[in-house]
């Protein structure tokens, strides 16, 4: 089967690291190099490639920004691909090229072939491509909600199935029980905002208000407070236009027009021109005409009732008392009333409100309590077959009389869901507390890995467990960060072993200080320093013959050139190939 394969990092001004290419081999590669060296800048490098959180310190002094290129096989199809080309990436030849800058200042940018991304794009490609673990992952294997989300992780669809609709179950539980305690902790508040909406609406339903009523009423007004002016001017214009029968021998602009016009008709036939002057001189003739009827209509139908603008402005007093109250005006107030009546309703059906919620909350924690007993029992089922794979896996790991096994427990709650005639508490993954126990030797009780486990027992017990991951949810890359640490001895050898097997179904890359480990990989690269303190491009380099030797022998005695450090070296070396 064909797998994504980390194949190459560039890794420039992070850390000790000024310039440096990291070349990775399909299968088992070691890192080595002393302490202080930037060995764990790879582990760092990688994790921002895969959306790890961004820091300036991380950057090297001086510099301007960091920068991280990688270069990842990955075959056609796959979801990292389909996901890649979605956010619009470009594949090389079946290589995604993936890059992450972080400026001095903490600034951070990504792009996955050759188009820039979301940092959040890169951290949902990781969990299809790599699994990162090292000392941190270790302790946080020491917490009980790890210690289920591993266990939910090995069930797969037996857990999973269950715990979604759980989830949702739970989820809606919760949004039911905040509006009841919402509307039964806050009647007294909710009866008087009713009183409020209920006082407001009846006010306007009072005045009854009629859309655009305001504007009309402010237009009437203006024109009954001025009508004896309005009057008086339309009279005189009517005059101007059309003569004023009291004054037969005035001059008006109906008359003037009218000669103007009798005038032309007598030579228009000679000129179209001046035919054409004279028809606009009969037209402005008819406008005027037409003005001067309304004029004298207008002033017949003004209304100067002084009664008629008492009633108008009361109207106006009435509708402004409620746009000081609802809304700028009426319009908004009309909307005010058509939301607050809407919110009446609701609050006035607060009773039967109760009941439903009351109703819909029993009969979702009764649904909670079967779902979380279903989930129990496939976790429960789950737990054997996991306790068995890592017990097995920590006998291949020098640990032959160790014993894995999983207390899943609940707690007695009165306010909690029902399951198998218990009232105990839940939350949103269940019911159950799941805590991982180790027996190290026989007669020895289990005990919390937290209390029962040493350092170097913790990180085989961490390695069984990915190595069980990897047979039912492999991932393509693994890559750990010194998790042999507290280990040693024949016990370093069993770790080695086991990580060349699992590099068999997967990449395996290992940041190590173990010559008994480094020994089994496929690759060795040595990172070591300059005299100046950094790590260039001749900083990282593939160790073959008699280099790897030398590393070896250094890792053991820490003298390269000791004769019983080579000889230990090399035989660690034949002893790894003769186990392949």
Do not use: C
Request: charged share 30%.
């Amino acid at each position: 089967m064909v797998v994504s394969v980390l194949e190459e990092m560039r890794i420039r001004s992070l850390g000790v690291i000024d310039d440096a290419v990291v070349e990775l081999s399909p299968g088992f590669t070691a890192v080595t190099g002393e302490t202080g060296a930037g060995k764990t800048m790879v582990v760092t490098s990688l994790g921002l490639l895969l959306g790890g959180r961004a820091d300036a310190a991380l950057v090297r002094i001086g510099a301007r920004n960091a920068v991280v290129e990688g270069r990842i096989a990955v075959p056609e199809g796959s979801p990292a691909v389909v996901r890649a080309e979605e956010a619009g990436a470009e594949l090389d030849e079946g290589t995604l090229l993936v890059s992450r800058t972080v400026s001095a200042e903490g600034r951070s940018r990504a792009h996955l072939g050759g188009r820039s991304v979301p940092v959040g794009l890169l951290a949902e490609l990781a969990d299809d491509l790599v699994a990162v673990h090292g000392q941190s992952d270790q302790q946080g294997l020491l917490k009980l909600s790890r210690q289920r989300q591993a266990l939910d992780r090995y069930a797969g669809y037996a857990v999973a199935v269950p715990l979604g609709k759980y989830a949702e179950a739970y989820k809606r539980l919760r949004a039911v029980a905040a509006e009841l305690e919402e509307i039964t902790t806050r009647a007294r508040e909710r009866a008087q905002e009713a009183d409020m909406l209920r006082f407001g609406l009846e006010e306007i339903a009072a005045v009854e208000p009629r859309a655009g009523e305001d504007t009309e009423l402010a237009e009437e007004a203006e024109r009954l407070g001025h009508a004896e002016a309005l009057a008086s001017a339309a009279a005189v214009a009517h005059a101007a236009l059309a003569g004023n029968p009291e004054d037969p021998e005035g001059v008006d602009a109906g008359t003037l027009v009218a000669g103007a016009q009798r005038a032309l008709e007598a030579v228009r036939a000679h000129d179209p021109a001046l035919a054409a002057l004279t028809d606009r001189i009969g037209e402005v003739g008819i406008l005027l005409s037409d003005v001067a009827g309304e004029l004298a209509g207008y002033a017949d139908d003004l209304d100067a009732d002084p009664l008629r603008l008492a009633a108008v402005e009361e109207r106006r007093a009435a509708l402004n008392a409620l746009t000081r109250k609802y809304g700028e005006d009426v319009t908004e107030v009309l909307a005010w009333a058509e939301r607050s009546a809407a919110r009446l309703t609701e609050l006035e059906g607060d009773d039967e409100r109760i009941g439903e919620l009351t109703a819909e909350r029993d009969a979702l924690r009764a649904e909670l309590g079967a779902l979380a007993q279903e989930l129990s029992e496939a976790r429960a089922e789950a737990a054997e077959r996991f306790a068995a794979a890592v017990t097995e896996e920590l006998a291949s790991l020098a640990m032959p009389h160790a014993r894995v096994s999983f207390d899943i427990r609940q707690t007695e709650d009165p306010d909690g869901v029902e399951v198998n005639g218990r009232t105990v508490a839940y939350g949103p993954s269940g019911v159950d507390e799941v805590e991982l126990l180790l027996a190290p030797h026989p007669g020895a009780p289990p005990r919390p890995i937290a209390k029962g486990a040493s350092g170097g027992e913790l990180s085989r017990v961490m390695l069984a467990v990915e190595v069980v991951f990897a047979g039912t949810d492999p991932v393509p890359t693994y890559l750990f960060d010194e998790v042999d640490a507290g280990v040693g001895g024949k016990a370093a050898v069993e770790i080695g072993r086991r990580l060349a097997r699992l590099a068999r179904k997967a990449q395996v890359v290992v940041v190590t200080h173990l010559p008994q480990v480094a020994a089994f990989a496929d690759r060795q690269l040595l990172v070591e320093k300059t005299d100046d303190g950094s790590v260039t491009r001749s900083g990282v380099k593939v160790l073959e013959g008699e280099d790897r030797v030398r590393e070896l022998s250094r890792m053991l005695a820490g003298q390269e050139d000791s004769e019983t450090a080579r000889a230990h070296a090399e035989e660690l070396l034949a002893a790894a190939r003769a186990d392949a």
